[in-house]
């Protein structure tokens, strides 16, 4: 089936008729379709097929017992109306490019697999990359069934519902040591590419990244007939941090985003009790993010306790910064350059990948798709078609490089 036609059948799963964005959260049932999608593509290619004790699904072509394993893909699942490019373009690409690896004859000398992780955006249980951090050990068993849906669902439940054992969750370093090279296709979250005027780049490294909760609790009231000097209202103290978070992200030269707010008790005349939103924060180097979350949260109690608001902080995530391997990214870099004779931008990126949880474990690389617009985790995400054969065409050439040896 050629890339077009992949793209096709994918295109409608879990897509929003109202936003034109998708939902394809983990373990519901468009998770299920991209799953089923996923098996169907591996079976029709003769690849051998399984599920990890993750949930991760892998397709191989040859034994992976032998070791040293070149290994692609990426994840199917997505953010609350995001794209259709993030995740499926590494998947949907992985596929093309056998096939175009077929169709020249190519001789493949290391085991070859592709890969779609579960739960990468973390869009239901609010952690990111969750079958691959599984995988790599840096999220355990333990903490795993306690993360928790907005409807209080937990994970192992909700993979109980779709057919799945969570009892068999963690550390998975036998699969990980097979493997001798990661390499993920990704459409590009920026406009470097755009505005360098090339359609692939590869990345160079992995902004430092958290996830922090700032639980702002005041006191419940009328809105009608309590007096402004009277209240204990949270919402105050929370919308200093929203601003905050820009002035000390503009100074650094980082990003700083709070992206979700939850409001208790949520009356439209009735002053809040609790405020809770979630800080996004990221930046080319630790010092940097330290500062710029040091910054946010100073201002936060500032105001909380002149408006009489208590103020709790949690990280609930962090990753720093990912350098991707040095030998393989300059492999890339020689391929492309002396094999389909394109330049080939190193970028760093601020969003997080698979890729970046996996590279303390494995040899591992990326490269990056033309974005347009730059747009990413929204409907406007978008890469034309002859950049995504193109990407397609480059991850083929690398894929081929470093099988052959």
């Known amino acids: 089936m050629t890339f077009h036609g992949m793209w096709a059948q994918l295109l409608p799963i879990g897509r929003s008729s109202a936003s034109g964005g998708y939902r394809r959260f983990a373990w519901t049932g468009p998770d299920a ?3 089923a999608w996923f098996k169907e593509q591996a079976e029709a290619r003769g690849l051998a097929y399984e599920v990890d004790r993750n949930g991760n699904q892998w397709a191989w072509l040859g034994d992976p017992a032998e070791g040293d394993a070149v290994v692609t893909g990426s994840h199917l699942d997505s953010v609350p109306d995001g794209g259709a490019f993030d995740g499926p373009l590494g998947v949907v690409s992985s596929f093309a ?3 175009e690896l077929r ?3 190519a001789d493949f000398g290391r085991p070859f697999g592709i890969v779609n992780f579960g739960d990468e955006e973390g869009a239901r249980f609010g952690l990111a990359c969750v079958g691959s951090r599984l995988a790599a050990g840096q999220l355990t068993r333990e903490q795993a069934h306690r993360l928790t849906d907005g409807d209080g669902v937990t994970l192992p439940r909700a993979m109980e519902a779709a057919g799945y054992d969570p009892g068999a969750l963690g550390p998975d370093p036998e699969r990980l040591g097979r493997i001798g090279a990661f390499v993920e296709l990704h459409v ?4 470097a590419l ?3 005027g090339d359609p692939v780049g590869v990345a160079g490294a992995i902004w430092p990244h958290g996830r922090w909760r700032f639980d702002f609790r005041g006191e419940a009231n009328h809105a009608g007939t309590t007096r402004l000097a009277d209240r204990r209202d949270p919402m105050l103290p929370y919308a200093a941090a929203v601003l905050a978070a820009r002035r000390e992200a503009e100074r650094a030269g980082a990003v700083a985003t709070f992206g979700k707010i939850a ?3 949520g009356g439209v005349n009735a002053v809040p009790s609790l405020v809770r939103g979630w800080l996004d924060s990221r930046a080319a180097d630790q010092a940097r993010l330290d500062t710029v979350v040091a910054g946010i949260e100073t201002a936060a109690r500032e105001h ?7 103020l709790d902080v949690v990280r609930e995530s962090f990753t720093p910064v990912v350098e991707f391997d040095p030998a393989l990214r300059d492999e890339l870099a020689r391929i492309l350059g002396r094999d389909a004779g394109l330049s080939v931008p190193v970028l760093g990126t601020g969003a997080g990948h698979d890729a970046g949880i996996l590279a303390g474990s494995v040899p591992t690389a990326m490269l990056f798709v033309r974005n347009p617009t730059g747009v990413s985790h929204s409907p406007a995400e978008f890469a034309a078609e002859d950049d995504c054969l193109a990407g397609v065409s480059a991850l083929a050439d690398v894929l ?6």
């Not at 590009?188 to 406009?191: K, L, M, N, T, Y």
């Not at 081929?400 to 040896?405: I, M, P, V």
Request: with cysteine; glycine share 16%; aromatic share 0%.
């Open 400 to 405: 081929e490089g470093l099988t052959r040896r």
């Open 263 to 265: 409001v208790e008790p």
């Open 103 to 105: 169709s020249r004859g």
């Open 33 to 35: 379709e991209c799953r």
């Open 97 to 99: 490019a056998l096939d």
């Open 188 to 191: 590009e979250q920026g406009r």
């Open 194 to 196: 755009d505005l360098s």
């Open 304 to 310: 909380a306790e002149a408006h009489g608001v208590g």
